[in-house]
């Protein structure tokens, strides 16, 4: 399971360094850094993280303001403030902080924050969401994550491939898989399919700077290039 951070901090090395401790856990991804928290505000509204990194003392809109806004968001993230100022302490768990990190780093306390986030989003995922259900000769099929290739759009029907078998699922498009399963670690890469990154074998240069990614089943499937970037920064291919 990926782990998605958001950093904050109006210093780049501050950032840097939380980066370099968080490249220690292999299940975090970064997904973006910010220097300022109003425009931190705005991507976490549109894509909310498992959790978000920041300081407390930044110019203008500053990082009480920030957990204040994040509060409030039907499903907010986990919130962790790094800071070299102690006198906050207080008021950052009245905003239900899950930790409170005071500079310089050391890495045995950062490995106990780590261990928080980790069993707090275990106690938060709904259950649910871990399987796929499935029709196969009228009946319903209750199938694991982990037994799922990828999923992807035939004629406007969503459809999960195991090994070699596609089953249509039942009451659930590609977006809303999409939307599901990002925190289990699949992937969209392209618009017709969303892949297991757990099952993928091998990544196959193709044409023109494009990529096959073949799974474990053999599919080899198109990256699109508006996906690469991304794709690369999650499974950490520079």
């Known amino acids: 399971m990926a782990i998605r951070a958001v950093i904050v901090d109006d210093e780049k090395p501050a950032r840097e360094e939380i ?12 997904e973006r850094e910010f220097e300022n928290a109003f425009d931190a505000l705005s ?34 993230p986990f919130i962790v403030f790094v800071t070299a100022y102690s006198e906050y302490a207080v008021r950052a768990f ?16 950062f490995a106990k924050t ?37 999923l992807y759009v035939d004629r406007g029907k969503l459809y999960v491939k195991k090994r070699e078998e596609s089953l249509p699922v039942r009451g659930m498009n590609l977006q809303q898989a999409e939307k ?34 073949q799974m474990e089943n053999g599919d080899k499937l198109p990256l699109s290039p508006h996906h690469q970037k991304k794709f690369r920064e999650r499974v950490r291919l520079s």
């Open 19 to 30: 980066k370099f401790f968080l490249s220690k856990f292999p299940e975090f991804l970064v």
């Open 43 to 76: 991507y976490i509204i549109s894509q909310p993280p498992d959790v978000v990194f920041f300081d407390i003392n930044m110019p203008g809109f500053d990082g009480i303001h920030l957990a204040e806004a994040l509060k409030n968001m039907e499903e907010s």
């Open 94 to 109: 009245e905003l239900e902080a899950l930790d409170y990190i005071l500079k310089p780093l050391e890495e045995g306390r």
């Open 114 to 150: 780590v261990t928080k986030i980790t069993l707090s989003l275990k106690e938060r995922k709904p259950h649910g969401l871990e399987m796929i259900i499935c029709e196969f000769q009228g009946e319903l099929v209750l199938l694991k994550l982990d037994d799922v290739q990828y």
């Open 180 to 213: 599901n399963f990002s925190s289990a670690n699949f992937f969209r890469i392209n618009k017709k399919y969303l892949i297991n990154l757990n099952k993928v074998s091998k990544i196959i240069p193709w044409f023109k700077g494009r990529y096959l990614i």
